[in-house]
């Protein structure tokens, strides 16, 4: 099992980034697959979660209407708008047997995170 994420970086607060966690090893139809963030000195989040088999989604109310997560094949993005310091984190792609569940409980498997700092 693997989950690969990547497209972080520095953004200016009201932009946009794309993040893509590339998953291999494993069926994806099986599972969820969700994205998480954590910020300095604090617990890791869920932030939004897609379900491989039928593409159904959940999102955090921090982020809804900001964030999109979709999937095409086995790689499952991110797309961050209107961006706010307060998602400053670093963002974790985890294979979920939890369902549309937002807590960390529900991931067996991480990928390594991705530094996403939002800054002027």
């Known amino acids: 099992v693997q989950l690969q994420a990547s497209g972080g970086g520095l953004v200016q607060p009201g932009g946009s980034l794309r993040l893509s966690c590339v998953t291999s090893?494993?069926?994806?139809?099986?599972?969820?697959i969700g994205w998480f963030r954590q910020a300095p000195g604090k617990e890791r989040e869920g932030v939004s979660v897609?379900?491989?088999?039928?593409?159904s989604t959940n999102a955090a109310d921090s982020v809804k209407g900001r964030f999109t997560i979709s999937r095409v094949k086995n790689t499952v993005y991110l797309q961050m708008s209107s961006l706010k310091a307060e998602d400053t984190a670093v963002y974790y792609c985890?294979?979920?047997?939890?369902?549309?569940?937002?807590?960390?409980?529900?991931?067996?498997?991480w990928g390594q995170g991705t530094q996403v700092t939002v800054s002027s």
């Open positions: 897609i379900l491989g088999i039928d593409g």
């Open positions: 090893g494993f069926t994806l139809e099986s599972y969820a």
């Open positions: 985890g294979r979920g047997v939890m369902g549309l569940s937002l807590h960390t409980l529900g991931i067996d498997n």
